[in-house]
């Protein structure tokens, strides 16, 4: 254990006038103790948030990728554990997807990390072998991390990986745009992601609208290995959207 108070103060970033070393539970404990309880935000300010979250992300969209994150929350058990590596697609499912449980959707947000979601989902079904398990991966990241489909279809892990499609690094494509910039080393060749997942043992879907997507989606999670899905989007999915 750590005594902060021996810390430098350049040794971290944010200071404090009292440290309290201790277990959790029991310090807690003491400085609740005669604390009456009350409510938190007693005027529905939770409520209000959530409304207004839900109208600047509708989830109506016949597709793009806002179409597939809303698709994906609509079929997936309510208890299921999704992951999503960096990039617009996360940015934006992390303001449209719900979760109902606690530590059901992990990213990588400090370091941005491209290609996380892949692993973190093997992870996240070693440790949770009866939970559905989605992965939300770019195009670009996917690849990056290709290689590790046959540790999971060595350790035969049904989790089921949707990438998106739309061969650009999008996110920054998109700030190059938005600010006039010269289009630079964001464009990328179009791959086929559904065969790459059944070269390495598992199935492989290609879908391009949210009844294919569906279908995927249902037929994933009867499997009893891996799914790649791959779901082909418009270049300029997210504008408007993040």
């Known amino acids: 254990m750590i005594d902060i108070a021996a810390v430098p103060n350049d040794q971290y970033m944010h200071q404090a006038t009292m440290n309290i070393v201790g277990a959790c539970a029991p310090s807690l404990a003491a400085i609740a103790q005669g604390v009456p309880p009350r409510a938190t935000w007693a005027g529905g300010e939770v409520t209000a948030a959530r409304a207004a979250l839900a109208r600047a992300f509708p989830t109506e969209d016949d597709w793009g990728a806002a179409g597939v994150i809303a698709e994906a929350r609509a079929v997936l058990p309510e208890d299921t554990i999704a992951t999503v590596d960096s990039g617009a697609h996360r940015i934006l499912l992390s303001q449209m997807w719900t979760s109902y449980i606690p530590r059901a959707l992990l990213q990588s947000t400090a370091l941005c990390t491209m290609g996380c979601a892949v692993p973190l989902a093997m992870g996240a079904k070693l440790a949770s072998p009866d939970a559905t398990v989605v992965s939300f991966s770019g195009d670009a990241g996917f690849l990056m991390v290709a290689g590790e489909l046959s540790t999971v279809a060595e350790l035969k892990l049904p989790v089921i990986f949707i990438v998106f499609v739309d061969a ?3 996110l920054i494509e998109k700030k190059q745009r938005e600010r006039q910039m010269v289009n630079l080393a964001v464009d990328f060749g179009h791959h086929d992601f559904a065969a790459i997942g059944r070269a390495f043992g598992g199935h492989g ?14 037929a994933a999670q009867e499997a009893d290995t891996f799914t790649v899905i791959a779901a082909e989007i418009d270049r300029g999915s997210y504008d408007n959207r993040i």
């Open 168 to 170: 650009s690094l999008a």
């Open 205 to 218: 879907v290609r879908v391009t609208n949210r009844a294919e997507l569906r279908a995927a989606l249902l």
